[in-house]
Protein backbone atom coordinates (compact mmCIF):
# COMPACT_ATOMS: atom_id res chain seq x y z
CA UNK A 1 0.00 0.00 0.00
CA UNK A 2 1.40 3.69 -0.91
CA UNK A 3 0.57 6.07 0.74
CA UNK A 4 -0.38 8.25 -2.02
CA UNK A 5 -2.94 5.81 -3.36
CA UNK A 6 -4.57 6.19 -0.02
CA UNK A 7 -4.60 9.72 -0.33
CA UNK A 8 -6.39 9.41 -3.36
CA UNK A 9 -8.90 6.53 -2.19
CA UNK A 10 -10.15 8.89 0.82
CA UNK A 11 -10.17 11.85 -1.55
CA UNK A 12 -7.79 14.28 0.63
CA UNK A 13 -8.37 17.45 -0.12
CA UNK A 14 -5.81 17.62 -3.32
CA UNK A 15 -3.82 20.91 -2.08
CA UNK A 16 -3.73 19.36 1.77
CA UNK A 17 -2.74 15.91 -0.29
CA UNK A 18 0.13 17.39 -2.23
CA UNK A 19 1.51 19.74 0.92
CA UNK A 20 0.77 16.44 3.26
CA UNK A 21 3.13 13.79 0.73
CA UNK A 22 5.88 16.40 0.17
CA UNK A 23 6.30 16.49 4.23
CA UNK A 24 6.49 12.53 4.40
CA UNK A 25 8.70 12.28 1.14
CA UNK A 26 11.37 15.03 2.62
CA UNK A 27 12.11 12.83 6.16
CA UNK A 28 10.22 9.37 5.73
CA UNK A 29 12.40 8.29 8.71
CA UNK A 30 11.46 10.74 11.00
CA UNK A 31 7.49 10.64 10.32
CA UNK A 32 8.41 6.27 10.71
CA UNK A 33 9.58 6.77 14.11
CA UNK A 34 6.49 9.04 14.92
CA UNK A 35 4.19 6.50 13.86
CA UNK A 36 6.25 4.19 16.29
CA UNK A 37 6.03 6.72 18.94
CA UNK A 38 2.02 6.72 18.62
CA UNK A 39 2.26 3.15 18.65
CA UNK A 40 3.55 2.50 22.06
CA UNK A 41 1.61 5.21 23.41
CA UNK A 42 -1.30 4.70 22.00
CA UNK A 43 -1.57 8.15 20.15
CA UNK A 44 -1.46 9.86 23.75
CA UNK A 45 1.99 11.70 23.69
CA UNK A 46 1.96 15.48 22.66
CA UNK A 47 5.04 14.69 19.75
CA UNK A 48 2.35 16.43 17.45
CA UNK A 49 0.89 20.16 17.74
CA UNK A 50 1.09 20.53 14.01
CA UNK A 51 -2.13 19.33 12.78
CA UNK A 52 -0.36 18.36 9.33
CA UNK A 53 2.35 16.53 11.46
CA UNK A 54 -0.74 14.54 12.83
CA UNK A 55 -2.01 14.06 9.27
CA UNK A 56 1.25 12.89 8.08
CA UNK A 57 1.41 9.85 10.85
CA UNK A 58 -1.96 9.00 10.37
CA UNK A 59 -2.13 8.31 6.73
CA UNK A 60 1.57 6.70 7.12
CA UNK A 61 0.42 4.83 10.48
CA UNK A 62 -2.45 3.76 8.16
CA UNK A 63 -0.13 2.42 5.18
CA UNK A 64 2.45 0.79 7.37
CA UNK A 65 1.24 -0.59 10.58
CA UNK A 66 -2.97 -0.68 9.82
CA UNK A 67 -3.38 -1.88 6.30
CA UNK A 68 -1.47 -5.27 6.94
CA UNK A 69 -3.55 -5.81 9.76
CA UNK A 70 -6.58 -5.70 6.61
CA UNK A 71 -4.29 -8.27 4.40
CA UNK A 72 -3.91 -10.65 7.24
CA UNK A 73 -7.73 -10.74 8.39
CA UNK A 74 -8.44 -11.19 4.38
CA UNK A 75 -10.94 -8.20 4.90
CA UNK A 76 -11.68 -6.03 1.89
CA UNK A 77 -9.50 -2.96 0.02
CA UNK A 78 -13.42 -1.33 -0.03
CA UNK A 79 -13.99 -1.62 3.29
CA UNK A 80 -10.18 -0.46 4.53
CA UNK A 81 -10.75 2.66 2.47
CA UNK A 82 -14.02 3.76 3.34
CA UNK A 83 -12.63 3.47 6.91
CA UNK A 84 -9.87 5.38 6.49
CA UNK A 85 -12.40 8.23 4.63
CA UNK A 86 -12.99 9.56 7.58
CA UNK A 87 -9.69 11.27 8.17
CA UNK A 88 -11.01 13.12 5.19
CA UNK A 89 -14.32 14.06 7.13
CA UNK A 90 -12.29 15.37 9.98
CA UNK A 91 -9.71 17.65 8.26
CA UNK A 92 -12.59 18.81 6.03
CA UNK A 93 -14.03 19.75 9.80
CA UNK A 94 -10.87 21.42 10.24
CA UNK A 95 -11.07 23.73 7.09
CA UNK A 96 -8.10 21.21 5.42
CA UNK A 97 -5.67 22.83 7.41
CA UNK A 98 -4.39 18.79 8.57
CA UNK A 99 -6.08 16.46 10.93
CA UNK A 100 -7.07 17.93 14.20
CA UNK A 101 -9.10 14.84 16.14
CA UNK A 102 -6.01 12.68 15.76
CA UNK A 103 -7.65 11.32 19.19
CA UNK A 104 -10.58 9.52 17.45
CA UNK A 105 -8.79 8.13 14.50
CA UNK A 106 -6.78 6.42 16.36
CA UNK A 107 -9.37 4.06 16.77
CA UNK A 108 -9.42 3.07 13.14
CA UNK A 109 -5.51 3.04 13.01
CA UNK A 110 -5.24 0.45 15.90
CA UNK A 111 -8.16 -1.93 13.81
CA UNK A 112 -10.32 -1.24 16.79
CA UNK A 113 -13.41 0.85 14.15
CA UNK A 114 -14.49 -0.23 10.84
CA UNK A 115 -16.96 1.59 8.67
CA UNK A 116 -19.70 -1.18 6.84
CA UNK A 117 -21.90 0.76 4.69
CA UNK A 118 -23.84 4.06 6.53
CA UNK A 119 -22.36 2.98 9.97
CA UNK A 120 -19.33 3.04 11.69
CA UNK A 121 -18.69 -0.18 14.37
CA UNK A 122 -16.23 -0.63 17.21
CA UNK A 123 -15.35 -3.04 19.62
CA UNK A 124 -16.46 -1.79 22.88
CA UNK A 125 -15.97 -2.82 26.26
CA UNK A 126 -18.80 -1.65 28.14
CA UNK A 127 -17.41 -0.23 31.35
CA UNK A 128 -18.52 3.26 31.68
CA UNK A 129 -19.15 3.62 35.06
CA UNK A 130 -21.65 6.42 34.70
CA UNK A 131 -24.18 4.10 32.95
CA UNK A 132 -26.86 2.65 34.94
CA UNK A 133 -26.68 -0.86 34.50
CA UNK A 134 -29.99 -2.12 36.35
CA UNK A 135 -31.29 -1.07 33.20
CA UNK A 136 -29.12 -2.87 30.63
CA UNK A 137 -29.55 -6.66 29.79
CA UNK A 138 -25.59 -6.97 30.35
CA UNK A 139 -23.34 -6.07 33.37
CA UNK A 140 -20.52 -3.54 33.13
CA UNK A 141 -17.63 -4.85 31.48
CA UNK A 142 -19.30 -6.66 29.17
CA UNK A 143 -18.57 -6.69 24.99
CA UNK A 144 -20.44 -5.09 22.84
CA UNK A 145 -20.13 -3.39 19.21
CA UNK A 146 -20.52 0.57 19.49
CA UNK A 147 -22.68 2.25 16.70
CA UNK A 148 -20.92 5.41 15.20
CA UNK A 149 -22.90 7.63 12.87
CA UNK A 150 -20.09 9.51 10.32
CA UNK A 151 -21.27 12.60 9.41
CA UNK A 152 -21.50 13.67 5.42
CA UNK A 153 -25.04 11.32 4.31
CA UNK A 154 -28.29 11.09 4.91
CA UNK A 155 -29.38 8.92 7.76
CA UNK A 156 -31.41 6.68 5.34
CA UNK A 157 -33.03 3.83 7.48
CA UNK A 158 -32.87 1.35 4.34
CA UNK A 159 -29.10 2.07 4.14
CA UNK A 160 -28.64 1.53 8.20
CA UNK A 161 -30.53 -1.57 7.95
CA UNK A 162 -28.18 -3.15 5.42
CA UNK A 163 -25.66 -1.66 7.72
CA UNK A 164 -26.45 -3.09 10.82
CA UNK A 165 -26.57 -6.88 8.78
CA UNK A 166 -23.81 -6.99 7.11
CA UNK A 167 -21.76 -5.76 11.01
CA UNK A 168 -23.44 -9.28 12.20
CA UNK A 169 -21.99 -10.95 9.64
CA UNK A 170 -18.92 -8.90 9.54
CA UNK A 171 -17.80 -9.65 13.49
CA UNK A 172 -18.87 -13.39 12.92
CA UNK A 173 -16.64 -14.06 10.10
CA UNK A 174 -13.37 -11.80 10.85
CA UNK A 175 -13.51 -11.78 14.30
CA UNK A 176 -15.47 -14.56 15.43
CA UNK A 177 -13.46 -15.25 18.83
CA UNK A 178 -14.63 -11.63 19.71
CA UNK A 179 -18.11 -12.18 21.96
CA UNK A 180 -20.73 -10.11 22.28
CA UNK A 181 -24.42 -10.04 21.91
CA UNK A 182 -25.89 -6.27 22.21
CA UNK A 183 -24.96 -2.87 19.72
CA UNK A 184 -25.07 -0.13 21.93
CA UNK A 185 -25.36 3.51 20.53
CA UNK A 186 -25.31 7.20 22.26
CA UNK A 187 -25.62 9.64 20.53
CA UNK A 188 -28.62 12.85 20.07
CA UNK A 189 -30.18 10.76 17.87
CA UNK A 190 -31.54 8.79 20.00
CA UNK A 191 -32.54 11.33 22.54
CA UNK A 192 -36.26 10.23 23.44
CA UNK A 193 -37.76 14.11 23.31
CA UNK A 194 -36.83 14.39 19.21
CA UNK A 195 -40.15 13.73 18.76
CA UNK A 196 -41.28 16.88 20.14
CA UNK A 197 -39.50 19.06 17.26
CA UNK A 198 -38.64 16.67 14.37
CA UNK A 199 -41.23 15.20 11.61
CA UNK A 200 -42.43 11.80 12.26
CA UNK A 201 -40.96 10.77 9.13
CA UNK A 202 -38.02 12.43 9.58
CA UNK A 203 -34.61 10.10 8.97
CA UNK A 204 -33.28 10.36 12.50
CA UNK A 205 -36.45 9.07 14.40
CA UNK A 206 -36.74 6.51 11.61
CA UNK A 207 -33.59 5.54 12.70
CA UNK A 208 -34.24 6.34 16.61
CA UNK A 209 -36.65 3.14 15.56
CA UNK A 210 -33.90 0.33 15.09
CA UNK A 211 -33.02 0.49 19.00
CA UNK A 212 -34.47 -0.41 22.11
CA UNK A 213 -34.15 2.80 24.10
CA UNK A 214 -32.92 2.34 27.24
CA UNK A 215 -32.82 5.76 28.67
CA UNK A 216 -32.25 9.62 27.94
CA UNK A 217 -30.70 12.54 29.68
CA UNK A 218 -30.19 16.00 29.60
CA UNK A 219 -26.84 17.09 27.66
CA UNK A 220 -27.69 19.78 24.68
CA UNK A 221 -23.78 19.79 23.97
CA UNK A 222 -23.67 16.86 21.00
CA UNK A 223 -27.20 18.11 19.35
CA UNK A 224 -25.87 21.67 19.45
CA UNK A 225 -22.66 20.84 17.83
CA UNK A 226 -24.37 18.58 15.26
CA UNK A 227 -27.27 20.97 14.53
CA UNK A 228 -25.68 24.08 14.85
CA UNK A 229 -21.97 23.91 14.37
CA UNK A 230 -21.50 25.59 17.38
CA UNK A 231 -23.14 27.02 20.54
CA UNK A 232 -24.82 30.60 20.74
CA UNK A 233 -24.96 32.56 24.01
CA UNK A 234 -28.34 33.71 22.91
CA UNK A 235 -30.65 31.43 21.48
CA UNK A 236 -32.11 33.71 18.66
CA UNK A 237 -28.49 33.97 17.45
CA UNK A 238 -29.11 30.16 15.98
CA UNK A 239 -28.73 30.07 12.72
CA UNK A 240 -31.83 28.91 10.10
CA UNK A 241 -31.01 27.35 6.98
CA UNK A 242 -32.58 23.94 7.28
CA UNK A 243 -35.61 22.66 8.70
CA UNK A 244 -34.31 21.06 11.40
CA UNK A 245 -32.33 23.99 12.62
CA UNK A 246 -35.50 26.11 12.65
CA UNK A 247 -37.90 23.63 14.26
CA UNK A 248 -34.53 22.88 17.05
CA UNK A 249 -34.52 26.76 17.38
CA UNK A 250 -37.98 27.45 17.81
CA UNK A 251 -37.86 24.36 19.94
CA UNK A 252 -35.43 25.99 22.47
CA UNK A 253 -36.70 28.99 22.38
CA UNK A 254 -39.77 27.85 24.01
CA UNK A 255 -38.25 25.91 26.80
CA UNK A 256 -37.29 22.69 25.07
CA UNK A 257 -34.18 21.16 25.85
CA UNK A 258 -32.28 18.51 23.79
CA UNK A 259 -29.88 15.46 25.16
CA UNK A 260 -28.63 12.08 24.29
CA UNK A 261 -30.40 8.73 24.32
CA UNK A 262 -28.94 5.51 24.96
CA UNK A 263 -29.93 2.54 22.83
CA UNK A 264 -29.08 -0.71 21.94
CA UNK A 265 -30.10 -3.31 19.85
CA UNK A 266 -29.65 -7.80 20.24
CA UNK A 267 -27.61 -9.39 17.88
CA UNK A 268 -29.85 -12.17 17.43
CA UNK A 269 -32.78 -9.40 16.22
CA UNK A 270 -31.07 -8.27 12.95
Not at 26 to 31: G, I, T
Not at 68 to 77: E, G, H, L, R, W
Not at 203 to 231: H, M, P, V, W
Request: net charge positive.
Amino acid sequence: MDIKLLADKINLNSELKNKVLSLVEKDRAKFISLCEKAKKDNFKSSFAKNDMIKLAVALLYSVEFTYPKYKNANISDEIYFDTMKDITVWCENNGNKGLKNLPWIKNHLNFELFRLGRLQFQFFKCNNKLLDYSLFPFECGENVIYVHIPQGEKLVYADCVNSLKNAKSFFDKYFPDYDFDYFFCESWLLYGENWQFMDSSSNILQFSTLFDLIYSYDDDRQAIERIFGKRQLIKSKYQEKTALQRSAKHFMQNGGKMGEGIGILFKGDI
